[in-house]
């Protein structure tokens, strides 16, 4: 059973809030690299850059409108609904990391 502390109105779950703070750690890690590979294609211009920059924006207003309703209709802020909020993030980045890191090899 986790390790929980009594407090006013509830009780805080130390497991949840550290799998929470790992969860957030390797959506970090991820969104790093994704920044890293994005700034390269965008450096590399012409179309796909413009349609990289155009899904970049419309994809952080999609996942952080995902995110605020799925706070919103989650009632009390937990560790298990702060780890829900970061699903839309962590499908859109874990999505952009394969995406970008794919190598095509040059045609012969």
């Known amino acids: 059973m ?8 509830g009780s805080y779950d130390y497991a949840e809030w550290n799998a929470f703070a790992l969860q957030s750690w390797s959506l970090w890690a ?3 690299a994704v920044m890293m590979l994005r700034t390269m294609r965008l450096l590399g211009g012409g179309k796909l850059a413009e349609r990289e920059a155009q899904t970049m924006v419309s994809e952080k207003f999609a996942a952080f409108s995902e995110a605020a309703m799925g ?5 009390p802020l937990s560790a298990a609904s702060a780890r ?4 839309p993030y962590e ?14 090899k040059p045609s012969a």
């Open 91 to 104: 499908r859109r980045v874990r999505a952009n990391r394969r995406r970008l890191g794919q190598h095509k």
């Open 30 to 32: 991820d969104a790093s």
């Open 2 to 9: 986790a390790r929980t502390i009594k407090q006013t109105g």
């Open 84 to 87: 829900e909020a970061l699903k």
């Open 71 to 75: 706070l919103t209709l989650a009632g």
